[in-house]
């Protein structure tokens, strides 16, 4: 599971262990003490791996430190793997007409319990920026195409009511939100599959999933052709020989 830093609570660590998953999770300044306990670990140490990435014409230079073994809280000191990356972007832009050099740098800390034998520095750092791809391409496109929003589903405020053993009528139990959701999400799943996976419009024409949304909608709306073949242009059946 990836997950911001709302998620870095003892009540999460001790779902995701219970059923045994495992989960990155960002550490950000909304947890002072754990982001200030990390950073002053880190700062009296060399970095355990540096590298250099190139990516859309930028170059970034990362540096990675990793701890196994830190306690999580004083109230929950089970021991987790906390990961830092030091990241600069090194890239060129123009100012006032002239092409200069332009460099940023970027702090990152990750809380896991993905154990370091199996899942490497550089993998954790991965997983940990692919949560921002989740948000950017998932929850933002659910969002800004898909309606979901709060309150989206206002017929499921209006629910039937049933009579009690009292013998006065109450509302039936709230599950339409719910089942409206996961039938959303699904679809959501199922269209963003087919664009990915299989769609050629994405592929070889380089379309949008919106515009190949808008090439499903119309091939939809269009009157199916006939089931039955016109008279007189059915094939001859089969003669024995």
Not at 11 to 40: C, E
Request: proline residues 7%; charged residues 20%.
């Amino acid at each position: 599971m990836l997950w911001d830093a709302l998620y870095a609570q003892t009540p999460v660590l001790q779902l995701v262990r219970k059923i045994g998953w495992d989960a990155v999770i960002s550490l950000k300044q909304n947890s002072r003490d754990w982001y200030q306990s990390a950073v002053r670990l880190f700062a009296s140490r060399t970095p355990d791996l540096g590298f250099t990435e190139q990516r859309d014409h930028k170059t970034y230079p990362v540096q990675l430190w990793d701890t196994e073994g830190l306690p999580f809280t004083i109230d929950n000191p089970e021991p987790v793997r906390v990961v830092r990356s030091e990241e600069g972007l090194d890239r060129n832009r123009y100012r006032e007409g002239e092409l200069t050099s332009h460099s940023t740098d970027h702090e990152w800390l990750w809380v896991t319990t993905l154990p370091q034998q199996v899942f490497p520095t550089r993998i954790v750092r991965q997983l940990g920026h692919s949560r921002g791809k989740n948000e950017n391409n998932g929850w933002m496109d659910l969002t800004k195409h898909w309606a979901f929003k709060q309150g989206f589903l206002h017929a499921c405020r209006h629910r039937p009511k049933q009579t009690a053993a009292s013998g006065e009528r109450e509302s039936v139990p709230h599950h339409g939100l719910a089942a409206v959701t996961l039938i959303l999400l699904i679809a959501f799943a199922l269209s963003s599959a087919f664009v990915l996976r299989h769609s050629k419009l994405a592929r070889r024409d380089h379309l949008t999933a919106i515009a190949v949304a808008a090439q499903l909608r119309a091939w939809l709306s269009k009157t199916p052709p006939p089931i039955r073949a016109p008279d007189g242009t059915a094939p001859s059946p089969i003669q024995p020989t």
